[in-house]
């Protein structure tokens, strides 16, 4: 066993170097996987290596590894898909979700309060907030001008870089605190046809966190900001900054949460990039990364 692995290791070091990704990432998927699953990982681009070897264990890889349907950043959603229609083979899995059949919305935006669990990771980066995970109603991040102090920096850096192309926006929203938003909540539920789609109960929005702005262009309203000039720089540019588009258009099913061009979260440079580069939710990012 150990021989068989000492070869292993010779044959990874050899395509690795043609593949060139991190080695020192390489000996947690060594771990985590046995030959066959790990010869399939080795076909894999270098990009796709490398997010791999931080990602926890991941159930039946090589099966999906050896589909040539399966796409790599549509992983996380090959899994739910696959979790909800356990007898369905793989091939019809990768084959659904390929044409978005997860991504049609077959719940009420309530729906997805069902079972919700208190967050765990509460005062890290990545924290996740959501319908499903929620926040202590005495949560109270520290904050600098309504932010955690690193998402303070980084949007006045975002805002001044932002200027020197002309663009100018208004920060509307940041931290709210659990009160505030159970105000806001039922002032939604009195206006409209259905809160839920628009807002979310307190506890349960990431505002709370402190790694949030909502924004808008100069002197206008936040829904707005999809027809301003430089919406398009913001959308392409703020994973540089350490932001992500946290609702971004026609991923409902994923985040519980209709499109919102104006909501920026703060999760850091490293995991914004992860995330624009593929696509991914922070639900995605996750499922993916997280310990279940
Ligand atoms: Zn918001």
């Known amino acids: 066993m150990k021989y068989k692995h000492a070869v292993m290791m010779v044959v990874l070091t050899i395509i690795s170097s043609f593949y060139k990704p991190n080695i020192q990432t390489l000996p947690f998927i060594l771990e985590l996987y046995d030959t066959n699953t790990i010869q399939e990982i080795m076909k894999l681009d270098k990009q796709d290596i490398e997010l791999l070897s931080k990602m926890r264990y991941i159930p039946y890889l090589s099966l999906y590894l050896q589909d040539s349907n399966f ?5 996380a959603r090959y899994i ?6 356990p007898y369905y083979d793989l091939y019809q899995i990768i084959i659904e979700v390929n044409l978005d059949k997860d991504l049609l919305l077959t719940k009420t935006y309530a729906d997805f309060y069902q079972d919700a669990k208190p967050v765990t990771n509460i005062n890290t980066i ?4 959501n319908k499903q995970h929620y926040l202590p109603s005495d949560y109270q991040p520290v904050l600098n001008n309504g932010l955690q102090q690193d998402c303070y920096k980084a949007i006045q850096e ?7 192309h002309n663009y100018f926006f208004d920060i509307k929203s940041k931290y709210r605190s ?10 939604y539920q009195t206006i409209a046809d259905d809160a839920d789609r628009i807002s979310c109960k307190a506890g ?6 402190g790694l949030v702005v909502d924004l808008a262009p100069k002197g206008k309203q936040i829904n707005e900001i999809i027809d301003y000039e430089g919406y398009s720089w913001l959308e392409q540019n703020a994973h540089t900054f350490g932001f992500i588009l ?5 991923k409902d099913m994923l985040t519980g949460i209709q499109y919102e061009p104006w909501h920026f979260r703060y999760v850091g440079k ?3 990039s992860i995330l624009y580069e593929n696509q991914w939710t922070l639900e995605e990012y996750h499922e993916l990364y997280k310990d279940k």
Do not use: G
């Open 270 to 272: 490293e995991i914004a």
């Open 80 to 85: 739910w898909w696959q979790d909800q229609y």
């Open 204 to 209: 349960f929005s990431e505002h709370q966190t």
């Open 178 to 187: 659990y009160d505030y938003q159970k105000w806001l909540y039922s002032y």
């Open 71 to 75: 796409q790599f950043n549509k992983l």
């Open 126 to 129: 990545d924290v996740l907030v």
């Open 246 to 250: 946290r609702y971004p258009e026609n």
């Open 158 to 164: 975002l805002l001044l870089v932002a200027k020197t």
